[in-house]
């Protein structure tokens, strides 16, 4: 069984930084798919950015890519989010999943919340304006 950690939510102010973490305990997800999600108050689950470790492409919202980056430690089993000039609507709960999704991989199915088996507890970011 693979369970996920975040870590490195909290407040900041509107055009700062933080770096989410995520780490994978029980099992590697070096052959897996890795994705950042995020839920707003009152919103759906949102994806931000993913990574097909299989195929080594990274999928960005068309929304955060730029002020967004994912990266990962395949020796400590962890995957970050680099979140950069952060406006406050950039408030939410954000989570990590892991999935084993098959066949042709797109920035669609990457998006799609029931292609992950594994969540994180989710951590909270909020921006003050």
């Known amino acids: 069984q693979l369970e996920l950690v975040e870590s490195g939510g909290g407040t900041v102010e509107a055009g700062g930084s933080l770096r989410l973490t995520c780490a994978g305990l029980?099992?590697?997800?070096?052959?897996?798919?890795v994705a950042w999600f995020r839920q707003a108050p009152g919103k759906e689950r949102d994806f931000v950015v993913g990574?097909?470790?299989?195929?080594?492409?990274?999928y960005y919202s068309d929304s955060m890519k730029g002020r967004f980056t994912i990266s990962r430690d395949y020796a400590k089993n962890t995957v970050y989010l680099q979140m950069n000039s952060l406006p406050p609507e950039d408030t939410a709960v954000y989570y990590c999943?892991?999935?084993?999704?098959?066949?042709?991989?797109?920035?669609?199915?990457?998006?799609?919340?029931?292609?992950?088996?594994?969540w994180g507890q989710g951590t909270q970011v909020t921006v003050s304006s």
């Open positions: 999943a892991v999935g084993r999704l098959v066949g042709g991989i797109t920035l669609g199915i990457m998006s799609r919340t029931e292609k992950y088996a594994y």
């Open positions: 029980g099992r590697t997800f070096r052959n897996y798919q």
């Open positions: 990574f097909d470790n299989n195929g080594g492409t990274t």
